[in-house]
Each structure stands twice: as C-alpha cells, then as structure tokens.
C-alpha cells in the first residue's frame, strides 16, 4: 500500500510517501481501507519527537479516519466487508478499574490511535473491531474523518470537566483551530454564551457564523480587556483553554469568581508562572482535561449524524501532499480541519 512514513524524528523534510506492506488483521481486528484522515497537532509533536510518546520507527501517522471494512480478522462478527466505519480515536484495555466504570481516557494503558500505533496516513490500517464506529448515512467521508478527536476532546472539557450550563459564558481560544471550532458549536449548543478569539480578521465572521457572539482577533485587540468590557468586569464562567503559556495568564484574569479554566493542550509551551493567592482569594478551578470517553464519542456521533454538530472541513489534501498540509497546519492557516485523502 501507499503512506506517508517518518523514519527519523525532524521536520516536515522527514515525511515520505512510500510503498510499505499491507497490515494485517488479527484475532479481533479489521482491514480498513482508509477513505479520509484529519490532521491534528499531534501529528506534528510525534514526528518531531516529544518524551511522552515513545514509538517504533518508521511510523505512519493519523489519529482520524473514516473508511470502509476490507476485511475481517478471525472471530469478528458483527461487520462485513464494505461497511463504512469512523475508528475511535482512543485506545484503552476495557478491563482496569478506570474502564470499567466508564472513564476509559484514563485508562492505565491508554493510547492515541496514530501514536501508539501507526496511524491513517495510509490506504490501509488495523483497528479493533470494537474501535469502529457506523458512520452516519450521507455524512461526506471528509467530515466523518475531522471529528472524532476535536469534538470528543471539546465535549469533555466543556461538559465533563467544566460542566457548563446554558446561560454562562464561556471564552473559547483559536475558534478557528480544529478543537476551537468544536467548542464554539458545542458551546452554543448547550445554550451558552459565547466568546471566542481568533487570529485574523477573516476568521471573525466565520467564528460568529458557527455561534460566537463575539470573536476577538488576538493579533489586534487585548483579549483579556475586551472579555472585560463585553461583561462589565465580572468576567466569564469557563475558559476553553488550550494555548498555553500565549494565553494562560490572561485566561486566569478573564475569569469570575467561582469561574472554571478548562485545558487539555500546550500548543505555545509546557509551563507558565501561577499567582496561586489569585487562584485560591477568587475560588477558581483549574481542571486538566484529556481525550474523551466512549460514551461520549457515541452521543457525539449521533450529534454529527443529525448534523447538529458540523466539523468543518478547511481544505482536503491528496495523501501524496501531507507534508504541505502539515507545513500550513504550523503555519495556522485554516479554519476548522485538513483532511487527507488517497
């Protein structure tokens, strides 16, 4: 088959597309022929090599897919050959003590699909058959693919972790980033207000259309004054925090009292510096957030599938260009999600 293989750790020079050897089910497992693939920033932090994930070289990269069975590996039922598929972006082994009671992200072998395994950059790859999804009838091949990991990621910080209720406010940062456009529509589907940032102009109107009151261009304005000036000086209830060090001060002062920061990434940075009497005199939360569960994927699906949730598909990449569709992802020029395809 065809994939897009790094056999160093580097930039996007490192990135090949080769012919590789067909993978092959085992007991349990599938053969989907891979229709569709989004990006995300992991894919970036595994080829450059980061200590957290610790992998096999020459990897193939590619968390999202949608596709179809090709073919079945022993003692599968319930599947066929042909049967369009979504895999769940998350690994985990259904049987510790985390799983079993339903928060299988915090599984004590939990994986990324695409870093602990090789991935869909691929017109092949080996999944569980308890991985694979139905994807909805007469959703496109490209959106199946660009929603699992941003819209589960989003849902679990807004709705498990931060509890947000309808009638708060919530500030959500880079709308235009593939979580970021799943928050806002999630967010405004739980009935909240909500205000967003966003890197450019252009991305303002697009913000406002997926449901953001406002959307504040960080490059001109002071994020955490306007926040101020939209709500009277109270601030908001939640932050959708996923910046890092850019952003983290400022998201911490854009907060009311008993106010929640939600995050589940770093993408400027691993650390930034705390006023911890800020934190207790206020009574905020400051919730870490990873992933999502199985649960919630399966609700988020039905979301999808009756289109109350859109994913966003910025622009769709042939597999042979991965490289360039990397090098505009670092590069922030999108709305929504890129996509691969064969």
């Known amino acids: 088959m065809k994939a897009v293989v790094f056999r160093r750790h580097g930039g996007p020079e490192v990135l090949e597309y080769a012919e590789v050897p067909d993978p092959t089910p085992g007991a349990g497992e599938i053969l989907v022929r891979v229709k569709a693939c989004a990006l995300n920033h992991l894919d970036l932090w595994i080829r450059q090599g980061i200590p957290a994930y610790r992998i096999q070289l020459p990897h193939i990269s590619g968390c999202d897919m949608a596709g179809t069975v090709e073919r079945l590996g022993s003692g599968v039922t319930g599947l066929k ?48 058959a308890g991985d694979a999804l139905p994807m909805p009838a007469g959703l496109a091949v490209e959106q199946a693919a660009a929603f699992p990991l941003v819209f589960l990621t989003a849902w679990h910080m807004l709705v498990g972790r931060a509890k947000l209720q309808a009638g708060e406010t919530v500030l959500i940062h880079a709308a235009g980033s593939g979580i970021g456009h799943a928050a806002v529509q999630i967010a405004k589907h739980l009935n909240a207000r909500v205000y967003a940032t966003v890197g450019s102009d252009a991305k303002v109107p697009k913000a406002k259309a997926l449901g953001a009151e406002e959307a504040i261009n960080y490059q001109r304005e002071d994020f955490e004054e ?36 939600v995050m589940c990434g770093a993408t400027s940075g691993p650390s930034v510096e705390l006023d911890l009497r800020y934190v207790f005199s206020r009574q905020l939360a400051i919730l870490g957030s990873m992933m999502g569960t199985r649960r919630e994927l399966e609700g988020l699906l039905a979301l999808v599938g ?18 360039a569709a990397q090098e505009r992802m670092a590069r922030r020029e999108l709305f929504g999600k890129l996509v691969l395809t064969p």
Do not use: M, W
């Open 306 to 323: 009756s289109r109350t949730l859109q994913p966003v598909v910025d622009t769709v990449f042939p597999l042979r260009e991965a490289r």
């Open 226 to 261: 306007r926040v101020k000036a939209l709500t009277g000086g109270r601030g908001v209830d939640v932050v959708f925090e996923h910046v890092g060090p850019q952003t983290f001060p400022g998201s911490l002062r854009c907060l009311a009292k008993l106010g929640r920061l």
């Open 81 to 128: 050959p042909g049967d369009p598929v979504i895999l769940a972006p998350g690994l985990s082994c259904g049987t510790c003590a985390f799983c079993r009671r339903g928060d299988d992200n915090c599984c004590v072998s939990y994986g990324i699909r695409g870093a602990a395994t090789d991935g869909g950059y691929a017109e092949l790859t080996v999944a569980k």
